[in-house]
């Protein structure tokens, strides 16, 4: 039964199927896509998962702004990172929202190299230049984030914060989780209310298993089940890291990095079918070097 479930598991993370790694330029489709005046995705796959991460500027609204985001759309679009509405990752570059800022076309790229592939979008904050490779590898199930800053810039870079949202077992604002959890590698965190919330992070929890005990992944109306954040591995690039853990769906995790980084990496996972909190802590005890290596883009 064991080795079942097992298989189970696995096919379900997408591990047994055998298919070199591949990435294409598309356009984000779905809930306010008409409203977008820069839309790029690049689709990631690869024979472990696939990512569709999508570079999203809204229209001008009566006010005149637009709006700069980011949303995450394979492998799933409810839960854990998915979801238009959440938003899953926004920066902070010298107190310049991501938000703000306007692409253009030459700042998006896609790129293959040997085993990985992925896509580079340059983020422009007035003059200080944030470069992000949203890369996967043949030999991981994860979406790997990886920021640095531009080799030339015409303004130093000062403050650099990285926020990243998760849906916790449920849905933000449809399916409401309320006994939220936090696994790292040193220790186990409860979900709070708002106001306690807040714990702080440090090297030895080197990664996080977001999970609701009662959306469980077991069921129907029963959740999706965990979402994986590895963190940085480095972080002596941190001045702090922050978990706000909640006993509500909607969790975040707040990076402040140092001004003098030149290397930033962190890993995501999700899986595109539920799976049941049980499976994914035997999935991730057994694979556990899946999850928490860092792979590098080949050159």
């Known amino acids: 039964m064991k080795k079942i479930s097992l298989f189970l598991a696995l096919s379900a993370a997408g591990m047994l199927c055998g298919q070199d790694m591949n990435v294409t330029a598309q356009k984000y489709t779905g809930w306010n896509s008409g409203n977008l005046i820069f839309n790029r995705q690049a689709l990631i796959a690869g024979p472990r998962n696939t990512c569709g991460v999508n570079f999203c500027q809204q229209k001008p609204g009566g006010n005149g702004e637009t709006s700069f985001y980011m949303v995450l759309t394979e492998p799933r679009r409810q839960g854990g990172f998915g979801q238009h509405q959440c938003r899953f990752l926004r920066m902070e570059v010298n107190g310049i929202d991501m938000q703000r800022i306007m692409p253009q076309e030459r700042d998006f790229e896609i790129w293959k190299k040997g085993r990985t592939a992925g896509a580079d979008m340059t983020f422009r904050f007035d003059g200080t230049n944030i470069i992000l490779s949203a890369y996967m590898a043949a030999d991981s199930p994860m979406l790997f984030l990886r920021f640095r800053p531009a080799e030339t810039q015409l303004e130093p870079l000062r403050k650099f914060r990285i926020h990243l949202a998760v849906q916790v077992g449920g849905i933000n604002g449809i399916l409401k989780a309320e006994d939220t959890a936090v696994r790292t590698?040193?220790?186990?965190?409860?979900?709070?209310?708002?106001?306690?919330?807040?714990?702080?992070?440090?090297?030895?929890?080197?990664?996080?298993?977001?999970?609701?005990?009662?959306?469980?992944?077991?069921?129907?109306?029963?959740?999706?089940?965990?979402?994986?954040?590895?963190?940085?591995?480095?972080?002596?690039?941190?001045?702090?890291?922050?978990?706000?853990?909640?006993?509500?769906?909607?969790?975040?995790?707040?990076?402040?990095?140092?001004?003098?980084?030149?290397?930033?990496?962190?890993?995501?996972?999700?899986?595109?079918?539920?799976?049941?909190?049980k499976d994914f802590f035997r999935l991730f005890e057994e694979r556990k070097k899946d999850f928490t290596v860092i792979h590098t883009p080949e050159q």
Do not use: H
């Open 185 to 277: 590698a040193a220790r186990e965190l409860a979900g709070k209310p708002w106001k306690q919330a807040k714990n702080m992070l440090n090297p030895e929890d080197r990664w996080l298993i977001f999970y609701d005990r009662k959306l469980d992944g077991s069921g129907k109306d029963k959740g999706f089940g965990p979402s994986f954040l590895l963190l940085p591995q480095d972080f002596s690039n941190l001045n702090r890291a922050e978990l706000i853990l909640p006993d509500d769906t909607l969790a975040s995790v707040i990076l402040d990095v140092k001004a003098d980084f030149r290397e930033l990496t962190l890993g995501i996972w999700q899986n595109k079918a539920p799976i049941p909190n």
